[in-house]
Each structure stands twice: as structure tokens, then as C-alpha cells.
Nanobody, 114 residues
Framework: VQLQASGGGLVQPGGSLRLSCAAS????????MGWYRQAPGKQRELVAV???????NYRDSVKGRLTISRDNAKTMVYLQMNSLEPEDTAVYYC?????????WGQGTQVTVSS
């Protein structure tokens, strides 16, 4: 089972994007969900978490700019990205928290550039 992220693209600094991730009900209902990213030459990092109860937590560098949410009825996870910076350029993935190897999908590329 892979979790497929979508919604990436090229955006100018200060712009916005909304990423989406579809998960099966069996995965979604019992797991905390997270958005991860991997920039070129860097390790993959966790940027946002949402628990099954809806509690959120964020990496310091994205606080106030990125918002994670989940739709339990649709078993979807979202990442609203505002005030994007060039440092946000990366491939973004969704996975459970802590991550499970078999759930990594191809991710979606986010490029912030003028």
C-alpha cells in the first residue's frame, strides 16, 4: 500500500499550494498522519503531524505558514502551504507517523522560485 501525494507545482516566493494525500480507511483511521519532505542533498524530514484526534504539530521552520488537516470521511490528509519560501523546495510525501517503509509513494514536487 502506498500513500499518494498530489498538488505540487512551481510557485513564486510568497505563493500558496495545497497538497492532498489519499489513504485507505484501514490506514487512516488508526494512525497519526504526517507530511514529510526531502530537499536535494538532504535527508527526509517530518514537517507536520496530525493525530487521530486532530491535534497538530509542526517543524519550527514551517510554523505559521503550513497547516495540516484531515478529512476523516474522505480519508484524506491535506497540507495548506502559504507564504512559501525557496527553502520549502522539496519533494513532499505523506505517511503515517512514525513512518512505515511500505507506505512511501512517489511524492509530489514543490518548487518555490521566481
Amino acid at each position: 500500500v502506498q500513500l499518494q501525494a498530489s498538488g505540487g507545482g512551481l510557485v513564486q516566493p510568497g505563493g500558496s499550494l495545497r497538497l492532498s494525500c489519499a489513504a485507505s480507511g484501514s490506514i487512516f483511521s488508526i494512525n497519526d498522519m504526517g507530511w514529510y519532505r526531502q530537499a536535494p542533498g538532504k535527508q527526509r524530514e517530518l514537517v507536520a503531524v496530525i493525530t487521530t484526534g486532530g491535534i497538530t504539530n509542526y517543524r519550527d521552520s514551517v510554523k505559521g505558514r503550513l497547516t495540516i488537516s484531515r478529512d476523516n470521511a474522505k480519508t484524506m490528509v491535506y497540507l495548506q502551504m502559504n507564504s512559501l519560501e525557496p527553502e520549502d523546495t522539496a519533494v513532499y510525501y505523506c505517511n503515517v507517523v512514525p513512518s512505515t517503509y511500505g507506505y512511501w509513494g512517489q511524492g509530489t514536487q514543490v518548487t518555490v522560485s521566481s
